[in-house]
């Protein structure tokens, strides 16, 4: 929030700008609903990456709900839901008086008082070296396809793992002849190279990160290594099932155990990109036309409808333009929010908002 307006802004020019809201003759259409799709189409502007970058976060004094050792009253409540039903409800007074204490420090600490490593760049990094990859593997085990494909579909998945953990596998990495090693044990300097590739460095000073930068540090090398320790899990099984050119073996690999391997990795890649949660993949299949946009339902257009305790239902009286602007401040604050609730969509999609697509140009429809 803006306090002072002078403090650090030159005015460059007062306008009076012509509105749409008071339209000087009635030929001039009043169009709400092109006003409000216009409102969440510029809002829409930065919702990729890198965001507005008029703005830049101060990653380095971030203080996290999600941090075990702050809010350990939390990890229990959270933990058999999704991340859309996460909640501050039910933290202990405990945790509340922790959580404050962190940020008060975060906000006194000295400017001088972080290491200079560029989190967001590295974040960014992680997710486009495994983002695009593992959502075409998604698309590869998921692809409908009849009993004599599954062998190339197969093939097909393990050579992007291969390229994947290409920088991480040495000379001497090769399938071990125990038929016991049921862990792929053989495959372990594979998990570690890629699990440490982007974090050893930034570990060997980890005395000059502050608590904020060590919470980022952790996060990073808990993503990674879950990332490294499926992706190795997989592309070693395929080996030892003969899909690797590379390390290939003495027996012709088996139909029957090929299709229940897919079905493994399936399982597997689902549940890593379910807990990696990453925005890149929420978008709208297939994509929208040169006519529409992908639409992510948000406030305030998407409330729920329907009675509720703080939800009435939608008016059914219809406002004409004079009536909006004869009215009081409380009555048009009235209208306004019975209008966006004849947009309403339902409970569910208010609660896990998925993407669609809308119109740019008439006819509107959110």
């Keep these: 929030m803006l306090c002072d307006f002078k403090a650090g802004l030159e005015v460059i020019s007062f306008s009076q700008i ?26 829409s502007w930065h919702n990729r990456y890198p965001g507005d970058t008029r703005i830049n976060l101060d990653l380095a004094g971030l203080v996290s709900l999600y941090d075990t050792t702050l809010a350990p009253s939390l990890v229990g409540l959270r933990g058999s839901q999704e991340r859309c039903d996460h909640r501050i409800q039910g933290i202990s007074p405990i945790d509340i008086e922790a959580v404050r204490s962190s940020v008060s420090h975060a906000l006194e600490r000295s400017q001088s008082d972080r290491s200079g490593v560029d989190w967001k760049t590295l974040f960014r990094v992680v997710v486009d070296r495994y983002s695009d990859r593992l959502d075409l593997m998604e698309h590869l085990l998921n692809s409908t396809l009849d009993n004599d ?93 003969g899909l690797d050119p590379y390390l290939p073996l003495d027996s012709t690999p088996d139909p029957a155990e ?77 209208f306004k929010h019975d209008f966006l609730m004849q947009l309403a969509s339902p409970a569910d999609d208010w609660r896990k908002p998925q993407p669609k697509c809308i119109r740019r140009v008439e006819p509107y429809g959110f």
């Design 149 to 241: 494909a599954v062998m190339d579909q197969a093939k097909k998945v393990h050579v992007q793992l291969r390229v994947m953990l290409t920088s991480y596998i040495f000379r001497d990495t090769v399938p071990s002849n125990a038929s016991f090693d049921s862990a792929h044990s053989w495959a372990t300097p594979v998990f570690k190279a890629c699990g440490t590739a982007h974090t050893s460095s930034i570990a060997s000073y980890m005395p000059s990160l502050n608590p904020s930068e060590r919470l980022l540090l952790q996060a990073v090398q808990e993503t990674t290594r879950e990332i490294c320790r499926i992706t190795t899990k997989m592309w070693a099984a395929g080996a030892l099932a």
């Design 18 to 43: 012509s509105t749409a809201l008071n339209p000087p003759t009635s030929r001039i259409p009043n169009n709400r609903q092109l006003r409000l799709f216009e409102v969440m189409h510029a809002g």
């Design 258 to 334: 090929i299709a229940d391997l897919v079905d493994t990795w399936r399982q597997e890649l689902s549940d890593l990109m379910a807990w990696l949660d990453w925005s890149v993949w929420v978008r709208c299949r297939p994509a929208c036309g040169p006519e529409e946009m992908c639409y992510l339902p948000s406030w305030p257009v998407n409330v729920p409808r329907g009675p509720g305790p703080h939800r009435p239902s939608p008016s059914q009286e219809i406002y004409d333009d004079i009536h909006i602007f004869n009215t009081s401040l409380t009555d048009r604050v009235s």
